[in-house]
Each structure stands twice: as structure tokens, then as C-alpha cells.
């Protein structure tokens, strides 16, 4: 099997890179395109990808491919990959807001696996939601899961409404939580902490909650009782949190990422 990935950015990388350790593939089976040469000076350095520039050389010869270009790009990438594809080839997207119905039209492809992966990726801590297209056959859908499985945990959805849901809560998700941990480490620094001390305050509690939320069963609420005295300190944070709709604005938050996403694939 061969496996060809086009966008050498973040995202692209990460999917190569974990795929690249998979028992699936043999070595030099993963083969990455970029179009631009910085891009493509790097990947020659790295020994266990094919890098390649042109879409003709790689295209035919594989069996599925990923698209991590950024939305706006995807347009002119397909009308200039549709010249290369092949009736049974599989093409998973991880591009926000680009439908099936276009990736279809565009490419020319009928085997489309639309996935919405998150940045914890890179550590293989991610979260990739997938939904396919009916022409995806049951083993072809457990293959690119097992591959969207080397960068994480994977999740099929049943539609493309809820892959733009998914791009609101863990696609974009992660922006949420460093937003979150930027305003304590500010809070830190104006309370009297150096840069560094804030940071190590703030990332230990970040990574000790989530812990502990993981390691139970319990509720976030339920977490928030066992911090908070009657009368104490957390109290009035949540209080304060509260007053000032924190709980709604974040929703907002989420549902303008979820709404983005709806309006990308009417314009992508
Ligand atoms: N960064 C993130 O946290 C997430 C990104 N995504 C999606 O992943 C996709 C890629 O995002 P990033 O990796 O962050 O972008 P990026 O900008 O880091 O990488 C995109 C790469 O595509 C290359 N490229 C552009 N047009 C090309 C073409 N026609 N042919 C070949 N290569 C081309 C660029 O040179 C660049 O290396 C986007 O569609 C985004 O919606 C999805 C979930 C999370
Ligand atoms: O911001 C974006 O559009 C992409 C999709 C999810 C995370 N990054």
C-alpha cells in the first residue's frame, strides 16, 4: 500500500510522520508532496519520506491520499490533481469546511474520507473525527482509520454536520484551552511570578486537572465542588466567572469555529 500525502505543513507532517511508524506500511511507502521549495528542501532531509513536487510523479502511484493544504487552496490542487487520479483511489481530506460533494466534483474521486484532526496530533495525542462517502468500503474505512489512529484516537461521525461540530470542539478545540492558559499565565505575571514560574503554575495545573478528570468518572461540576470551600478562594473565581457569562461566551466561542466551518464549505 502507498500512501501519498499532499501539504507539507503542519498537519500534513504530523499525518506523515505518524503513518511513517505504522506496522501497515513499509518504509518508503509514505510519499509527501509540496509545492513550495523550502517546503521541499526540508523533506529531502528526511531519509524515510519520498518528497516530490510534482503532482504526475506520485499521483498514479498511490493507493490513498491525504489533502493538507489549507481550505483555500483546495480549488486549484484539484482541478490540477484531477488529471492523475485513479477510479479506485481513496482521498482523505483533513481540511476545515470542504465538503464531500465538492472534494467529489473537484477531484473527480468517489472514495472520500472527510476528517477533521487536532494539533495534540503531533505528540499523538489527537482527536481525528471522520465521517466517508457510501463508495468507501469497509475495509478501506478500517485501513485509514488504523492510519488516522497512528496520530491519536479516532472517531466516526455520521455526517458532515458534525465533522464542522467537530472542528468547533476539538479541531480548533486546543486554541480554546492555550487562550485559557495565556490569561492565567498574565494573571501570574501581574500577581508577582516570573515568566517562568507562571509558566510552571500554569501548565501543572492544566496537565494535573485533566489528569485526574481522566483518571474518574466524575463530571467537570463535580471536580469544581470538591475545589471550592463554601465561602472560599474558588468560589469567588466561579462567581466571578459567572457573573461575567464565561460558560456562555465560551459556547459562542465554539459555535463561531462550528459556524466558520459551515461557511467555509459554502465557500470552498
Ligand atoms: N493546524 C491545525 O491545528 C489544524 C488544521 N487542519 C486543516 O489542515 C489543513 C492544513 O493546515 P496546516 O497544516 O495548519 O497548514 P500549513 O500551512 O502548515 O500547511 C499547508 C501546506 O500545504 C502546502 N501547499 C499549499 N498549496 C499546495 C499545493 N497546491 N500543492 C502542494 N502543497 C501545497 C503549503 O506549502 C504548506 O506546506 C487545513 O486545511 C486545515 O483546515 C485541521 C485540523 C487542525
Ligand atoms: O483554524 C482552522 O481553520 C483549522 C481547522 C481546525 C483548526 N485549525
Known sequence: MKIL???????????????????????????????????????????????????????????IIFIAVKPYHAENLFKALKGFTKPGQVLVSIMAGVN??????????????????????????????????????????????????????????????????????????PAYVFYFMQSMMEAALKMGFSKQDSTVLVSQTFTGAVELFNQSNLSPNSWMEKVASKGGTTRAALDSMEDNNVNELIKDAAFAAFNRAVELGKEN
Not at 504530523?14 to 521541499?40: C, P, Q, R
Open 5 to 63: 500525502v499532499i501539504g507539507a505543513g503542519n498537519m500534513g507532517l504530523t499525518y506523515a510522520e505518524g503513518m511513517s511508524k505504522s506496522k501497515l506500511l513499509k518504509k518508503k511507502n509514505i510519499m509527501v508532496l509540496d509545492n513550495s521549495e523550502k517546503k521541499l528542501e526540508a523533506l529531502n532531509e528526511i531519509s524515510h519520506f519520498d518528497a516530490f513536487k510534482e503532482l504526475g510523479d506520485c499521483v498514479p502511484k498511490a493507493d
Open 100 to 173: 464531500i460533494d465538492n472534494i467529489k466534483k473537484y477531484s473527480g474521486l468517489t472514495k472520500i474520507v472527510r476528517a477533521m484532526p487536532n494539533l495534540p496530533a503531533q505528540i499523538g495525542k489527537g482527536l481525528t473525527s471522520y465521517v466517508t462517502s457510501p463508495e468507501v468500503s469497509r475495509i478501506e474505512k478500517l485501513t485509514v482509520e488504523s492510519l488516522l489512529d497512528t496520530t491519536g484516537k479516532s472517531m466516526e461521525v455520521s455526517s458532515e454536520k458534525l465533522i464542522d461540530a467537530s472542528t468547533g470542539i476539538s479541531g480548533s478545540g
